[in-house]
């Protein structure tokens, strides 16, 4: 396992909840988003900020962290490539567990478990998890857009009367020539 760094900005001391379980306190801070924080066609773009509302709490095992993340998105709508800006606000809550109680019990190696790691908490895979859970899988302008005409790629919602001629049953094609060539009369 990599020693977190304690200057990053998503890493947080617990030391001065002094293992006492029911001690806790209050965290608010701005910090800058890391890469890739979202899907390909919505994410908060890397360095925006993120507001951190987090209360830490020590209890037996560890530290649960709770909290609320919120941040910009920008990305673009699946149907018509419109950029989309939006806020996104998740919630979530995690246990840490001290990893010298994980040592004294014998236990397995476990990536299911998140881990203090001397008594810092990394929050970048809780924040990461959280906001790309919440998005959605197919982002959109709004809920009806119509998307591009498969013919010619014009946005429907600005022309919702856009249309084209019927097309030619390809099995027809031949005979629509006759129509257009000159007869001998």
């Known amino acids: 396992m990599n020693k977190l760094d304690p200057r990053s900005p998503l890493v ?9 379980p029911g001690s806790q306190r209050q965290v608010s801070l701005s910090v800058p988003a890391p890469a ?11 360095g925006a900020p993120v507001e951190l509302d987090l209360r830490l709490e020590a209890v037996m095992e560890g530290v649960l962290v709770t909290g609320t993340a919120t941040a910009d998105l920008d990305g673009e709508c699946v149907r018509c490539l419109e950029p989309i800006h939006e806020s996104l606000e998740v919630t979530f809550q995690e246990l840490f567990v001290y990893d010298d109680i994980r040592d004294a019990d014998g236990a397995e190696e476990d990536d299911e478990v998140s881990m203090l790691d001397d008594d810092l908490v990394d929050l970048e895979p809780l924040l990461r998890d959280a906001v790309v859970l919440a998005l959605p899988f197919q982002p959109v302008c709004q809920p009806d857009c119509p998307g591009l005409c ?9 022309d919702p009367d856009h249309a084209h001629e019927a097309p030619i049953d390809p099995r027809w094609a031949a005979l629509t020539r006759l129509a257009h060539e000159p007869t001998d009369d």
């Open 12 to 20: 947080l001391d617990t030391r001065e909840l002094g293992r006492r």
């Open 150 to 158: 498969p013919e010619c790629g014009v946005r429907l919602l600005d």
């Open 36 to 46: 890739d924080l979202g899907i390909e066609v919505l994410s908060v773009p890397e």
